[in-house]
């Protein structure tokens, strides 16, 4: 039977709204500090440390459920960061070739870097375009987006900063890169930010090897170890090697062997090497072993074709830039 409370007037309110319905309140609705419903023209927003575990009317209710939230929204931050960190991405850094739709091989001298239009030819898309060109006695051309083959090193430039006109992060990263090599980190730190900014895994891996090394920057292994992370999160094979290299050495073997595997997926030998080596001590067990070398030798798999078999055989992997 439902209570009823405040009876004025002769009149009953039910209160028969029981614990399990209150439960189902969305409580993001309401400030969790003061309470407040979002309603109106009242606007909550989320946490500053983006827990998503709650929301605020004001930067004054944050600060005042600051203590009472740290250890929560603390723990919650790291939580999700392990979501994003050790979830499996669809495909190496490298992605597809964008001719044949196979997967580019982890190795960077198995396809052609097109200063054109930014994209990765695999070799045997390239060397097939070489031979039909010959046949035919066409001029040399992009195979995908058919733009004429620069002949000098000043065209190649020309057309990467077309491409970083543009905001494309490879073109951004490669420059980037080829500040660093040249000695001008200054400006390499500049280009790698900003290719990072725009997603390019490269890009972070670069600028961990400069936070750790302290080249055009304060050295900085927290800031190190950060971008290998959204390396690896982005599909950089070498990357999450890396982290899990980090993790075991720091005797957290359970989140290395995590890395390595993931790493495997993607036909990374070292990692699978590590397996081995976590197998034969009792970190990996029998099972995770066999699927991370059913899964690598899958994805090594994956990447040949008898055409690039057949420049490997021609062009001896002698692959370049263009």
């Known amino acids: 039977m439902a209570n009823k409370v405040g009876e004025a007037g002769g009149i009953g309110v039910s ?3 029981d614990i399990g319905k ?4 969305d409580m993001s609705s309401f400030c969790a500090s003061c309470g407040i419903a979002e309603v109106d023209g009242i606007k909550l927003t989320t946490c500053d440390a983006n827990c998503l575990l709650v929301r605020y009317c004001s930067g004054s209710c944050q600060r005042e459920h600051r ?5 929560e929204c603390k723990k919650r931050v790291a939580e999700l960061r392990d979501e994003l960190l050790f979830a499996q991405p669809d495909s190496s850094h490298f992605g597809d070739c964008p001719i044949c739709f196979l997967p580019l091989a982890i190795n960077e001298r198995s396809h052609v870097l097109m ?10 898309c390239w060397y097939a375009n070489k031979i039909r060109e010959l046949n035919a006695s066409l001029k040399h051309a992009c195979p995908f987006c058919r733009h004429s083959v620069p002949v000098t090193q000043a065209e190649i430039n020309a057309n990467i900063m077309k491409r970083v006109e543009a905001n494309d992060h490879f073109a951004t990263g490669f420059d980037g890169i080829r500040r660093y090599d040249e000695g001008d980190y200054g400006s390499a730190f500049e280009y790698l930010s900003k290719a990072a900014e725009l997603g390019d895994a490269d890009a972070h ?62 036909g990374n030998t070292k990692s699978v090497e590590m397996l081995k080596q ?3 001590e009792g970190s990996v067990s029998k099972e995770d072993f066999a699927a991370a070398l059913r899964a690598h030798q899958a994805a ?11 420049a490997e055989k021609a062009e001896g992997g002698n692959i370049k830039q263009m």
């Open 278 to 280: 976590g197998y034969k």
């Open 22 to 25: 209150v439960g189902e309140i």
């Open 15 to 17: 209160t028969d709204t």
């Open 205 to 266: 891996y670069q600028l961990s090897v400069m936070y750790l090394d302290g080249k055009g920057v304060e050295k900085d292994e927290k800031m190190a170890v950060y971008h290998w992370e959204e390396s690896a999160i982005a599909g950089h094979p070498t990357a999450r090697y890396n982290i899990g290299a980090i993790e075991w050495n720091n005797g957290s073997k359970e989140r290395a062997v995590k890395h390595y595997i993931i790493a495997a997926n993607h």
């Open 300 to 310: 090594v798999d994956a990447t040949k074709s008898p055409q690039r078999e057949a």
């Open 115 to 124: 200063s054109c239009c930014s994209k990765a030819i695999c070799d045997g």
């Open 67 to 71: 203590l009472q939230h740290k250890e």
